[in-house]
């Protein structure tokens, strides 16, 4: 069933939608997703939810471009094109080495766990290749949103507010059955992907989202990530 991923642990409430807790607790990222678009209607409930997010001066900064359809597998195509050419194009630097000691044992947990998941070995390097380059293939999504934004100074805050922004579009998602994942993977070709849509210069782009019907099957859908204890993250003062 289309849903079960999600579904089978939570239950809907009376508004069909899962409960805010079910919603944040179930949501993960999905990294596989079945070839059924997301209907118009239920896409623009999500949308309508995401613009609830808080902003830094009240600036909602954010400009989504949606892709869909032919588009969207135009749009795939030019990306592994770019990615097997090495061709970036990022608008925001990111360099994973930069990641230390406790954050950098997490990230490379999760590296583990999706070449575990994807049946990839560690010193495969084509095969990880392959395995990476399933963020252009948008994890099979028949949809994907591009979060572009203005730029403000050194752009930390309005950082801070895209976050937000796709936050609540995924947990609006979550809680209709559906899943998302962010991509910063689609970041690194910023200027591929203005250009391929036709977006001005001054918007910038920060990550992707592709979104659909979670695909049980999906290997990409084995990876759990776990969380650090509550009391690892918060300090209490008093
Ligand atoms: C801003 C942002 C960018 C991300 N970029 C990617 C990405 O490019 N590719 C990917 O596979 N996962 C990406 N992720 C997903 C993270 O790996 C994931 O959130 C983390 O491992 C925790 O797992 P969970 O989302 O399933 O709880 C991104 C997450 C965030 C918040």
Same mark, same amino acid.
């Given at each position: ?14 508004? /069909? ?14 990294? %596989? ?77 999760? *590296? ?8 990839? +070995? ?9 395995? %990476? ?15 572009? +934004? ?9 950082? *801070?507010? +895209? /976050?937000?922004? *796709?936050q609540t579009f995924l947990l609006s998602l979550a809680a209709r059955g559906l899943g998302g994942i962010p ?7 910023? /200027? ?5 849509? /036709? ?8 990550? *992707? ?10 290997? %990409? ?18």
């Amino acid at each position: 069933m289309a849903t079960q991923l999600i579904q089978r642990e939570t239950e809907a409430t009376s508004t /069909g939608l899962l409960s805010f807790e079910d919603a944040t607790r179930v949501r993960r990222s999905i990294r %596989g997703f079945l070839d059924k678009p997301v209907p118009d209607s239920v896409l623009r409930e999500v949308l309508e939810d995401a613009q609830y997010a808080p902003s830094n001066c009240n600036t909602q900064p954010w400009n989504t471009h949606v892709v869909c359809g032919e588009k969207l597998k135009q749009l795939s195509r030019v990306l592994h094109a770019k990615n097997d050419a090495g061709e970036f194009t990022p608008d925001f630097s990111f360099d994973v080495n930069d990641f230390y000691g406790e954050y950098r044992e997490r990230n490379n947990a999760l *590296g583990k766990a999706y070449y575990e998941a994807m049946n990839v +070995m560690r010193e495969d390097k084509e095969a990880r290749h392959r395995a %990476g380059a399933m963020n252009y293939s948008f994890f099979n999504a028949p949809q994907a949103a591009f979060l572009f +934004m203005p730029s403000f100074g050194d752009n930390v805050r309005v950082a *801070g507010d +895209m /976050g937000m922004y *796709g936050q609540t579009f995924l947990l609006s998602l979550a809680a209709r059955g559906l899943g998302g994942i962010p991509q910063t993977a689609l970041g690194f070709f910023a /200027g591929t992907i203005r250009e391929f849509l /036709g977006i001005p210069d001054d918007l910038k782009l920060l990550f *992707g989202i592709s979104f659909g019907y979670p695909d049980d099957d999906a290997p %990409g859908n084995r990876v759990r990530m776990d969380r650090v204890p509550l009391d690892t993250s918060v300090t209490f003062h008093a």
